[in-house]
């Protein structure tokens, strides 16, 4: 018999306490063994109850999320996801890049029935973030791979070079995808557009932040923008993202999701639709994710000539989505996380 996952609630509000709790007691095998009213009371029952996971609000009195992220992570690493209202999108990124583990927006700032609409997402996070990896989660905030326009393949002859870049991600991925877009700090021949599972609004938000970091010009994609060298287009929440080439000219396209496509933005309908417009000039990477979402598109992408790497395991918060993509054949090398932008660049050159 498995011993049942045990999770501290801590928000603010009563309300939004006994409500999450109502909702992951539902779970079969989980078991709510306290919560807290703000960061203070959270890291003394952190230490007294060891929980296996914790629910985290982010804006509370005394001390808030931010603070109860820094000390827990240095002192007792626990898997965190954070419930946060969609005002406080900007600080979502900043928990994750303090080692929360993942994010559920609530549906109201304000307390109200509305918050029991999370129920779903609750649920499927909790269970794919329980057993996670701390090392992991803590190793990826401090990367800083090696990555330079520089870089050439040692046998260039052998490999056709590539010039777009479509990159798929779920749980671990902002992070990771902010380690390897703020490596690059030089002008590239490459054009990128991302795939992350992300609910609507919060892309906007990431996609600024990503911008802030790198040389490249990163933004939300609209449909019409031009994919262009030197600029990464970021999937709208929700939405999925497509390409379509007039002349010489490629566009993006924002769609609805087709009704029951369970992983959105669909990393699968982003590669197969690229691998169409890009042929042999597409590289394909899956980083960290629950699921299988990508693993389709890499078959796609090599059926058309392209190329594609995975995320190693080593370095995977969760090794879904790359296990998947690995286990299809056809990906042309599995690369841990500091190694992945230096080796796009070196297939980017010939």
Request: glycine share 8%; with cysteine.
């Amino acid at each position: 018999m498995t011993s049942p996952l045990r999770i501290l609630v801590i928000d603010d509000s009563a309300f939004n306490r006994r409500t999450i709790a109502k909702m992951l007691e539902a779970i079969p095998g989980v078991e709510v063994v306290g919560d807290a009213c703000d960061g203070e009371e959270g890291l003394r029952k952190v230490f007294d109850l060891q929980p296996d996971l914790v629910t985290l609000d982010l804006a509370m009195p005394r001390m808030d999320g931010f603070g109860f992220l820094r000390i827990v992570m240095e002192q007792r690493p626990t898997p965190v996801i954070v419930v946060s209202a969609l005002a406080e999108d900007e600080n979502v990124f900043k928990a994750l890049e303090l080692g929360a583990v993942e994010f559920i927006p609530k549906p109201s700032a304000r307390v109200s029935p509305e918050l029991v609409k999370i129920r779903e997402d609750l649920v499927q996070k909790v269970l794919q973030v329980a057993r996670t990896d701390l090392r992991k989660v803590l190793t990826r905030t401090m990367v800083k791979p090696p990555c330079s326009a520089g870089t050439r393949l040692a046998n260039s002859s052998a490999r056709q070079a590539i010039s777009h870049v479509v990159i798929g991600a779920s749980t671990g991925g902002p992070p990771a995808l902010q380690a390897i877009f703020s490596a690059i700090q030089e002008p590239v021949p490459i054009a990128f557009a991302v795939s992350q599972h992300m609910p609507p609004v919060f892309t906007r938000a990431f996609a600024e932040r990503l911008n802030k970091y790198s040389h490249l010009e990163i933004a939300e994609a609209k449909s019409g923008d031009l994919l262009l060298p030197g600029r990464v287009l970021v999937a709208p929440g929700g939405r999925n993202l497509v390409f379509t080439r007039v002349g010489d000219e490629v566009s993006v396209q924002v769609v609805e999701p087709r009704e029951g496509q369970r992983y959105v933005p669909s990393v699968d309908a982003m590669f197969t639709s690229a691998a169409e417009v890009f042929g042999a000039d597409l590289l394909g990477v899956v980083l960290t994710g629950m699921g299988n979402d990508g693993a389709q598109g890499v078959l796609d992408i090599k059926k058309a000539g392209g190329q594609a790497l995975a995320e190693a395991e080593e370095t995977s918060v969760v090794f879904g989505m790359p296990k998947e993509a690995i286990a299809t054949g056809k990906v042309d090398k599995v690369v841990p996380l500091p190694l992945i932008c230096s080796e796009i660049l070196r297939r980017c050159y010939n």
